[in-house]
Antibody, heavy 120, light 107 residues
Framework: QVQLQESGPGLVKSSETLSLTCTVS????????WSWIRQPPGKGLEWIGY???????NYNPSLKSRVTISMDTSKNQFSLQLSSVTAADTAVYYC??????????????WGQGTLVTVSS | DIQMTQSPSSLSASVGDRVTITCRAS??????LNWYQQKPGKAPKLLIY???SLHSGVPSRFSASGSGTDFTLTISSLRPEDFATYYC?????????FGGGTKVEIK
């Protein structure tokens, strides 16, 4: 079964760019949609965006100006870049597969998550 | 964006209790509604998709219903491993949005 693992710096300075990678194992990254979701400490979940294996993307309008999601099919990885970060971007960042059942989609499975703290 | 509102935000219950959590959408989302369970320090896990379809491997004590704007998740007989936070999520329109969560605690 597909497994996802996030990796990247746990500490990012304010105004810099957050960069994370999600490595997919147990299956090919091709032919699927892959997503990033975040959760500030003690708070709820926020969808960041997704990428299709073709390279097409869709971002949350609230973050669109700062987000880039890309994919490296040769490494079976996809990545998140979030620019100009502030303390409000401190969160656990999850990567997830978009699963489909007919016209319905859902996030499953998820990576274990990685905490990124933005420091001043 | 479609706003998802869950109630209650937390509840206390005992093992064996029947528990019901409500999720309301700010506009009709048909049955494009998913439910997740999250335990402390862990990623959310999918329980229900399409408002009432049980995800593979999820125990049958979990059930859900609803359509339009009002949805419910029911745990028929609470087990110790069910104490967690539950989130609803709409997949009707982009961006997909989540409810604020309902924390189920041990009484």
């Amino acid at each position: 079964q597909v497994q996802l693992q996030e990796s990247g710096p746990g500490l990012v300075k304010s105004s810099e760019t957050l960069s994370l990678t999600c490595t997919v194992s147990g299956g090919s990254i091709s032919n699927y949609y892959w997503s990033w979701i975040r959760q500030p400490p003690g708070k709820g979940l926020e969808w960041i965006g997704y990428i299709y294996y073709s390279g097409s993307t869709n971002y949350n309008p609230s973050l669109k100006s700062r987000v880039t999601i890309s994919m490296d099919t040769s490494k079976n990885q996809f990545s998140l870049q979030l620019s100009s970060v502030t303390a409000a971007d401190t969160a656990v960042y999850y990567c997830a597969l978009l699963g489909f059942s007919s016209v319905w989609y859902y996030f499953d499975p998820w990576g274990q998550g990685t905490l990124v703290t933005v420091s001043s | 964006d479609i706003q998802m509102t869950q109630s209650p935000s937390s509840l206390s219950a005992s093992v064996g209790d029947r528990v019901t959590i409500t999720c309301r959408a700010s506009q009709s989302i048909s049955n494009y509604l998913n439910w997740y369970q999250q335990k402390p320090g862990k990623a959310p896990k999918l329980l229900i998709y399409a408002a009432s379809s049980l995800h593979s491997g999820v125990p049958s004590r979990f059930s859900a219903s609803g359509s339009g704007t009002d949805f419910t998740l029911t745990i028929s007989s609470l087990r110790p491993e069910d104490f967690a936070t539950y989130y609803c999520q709409q997949s009707y329109s982009t961006p997909p949005t989540f409810g604020g969560g309902t924390k189920v605690e041990i009484k």
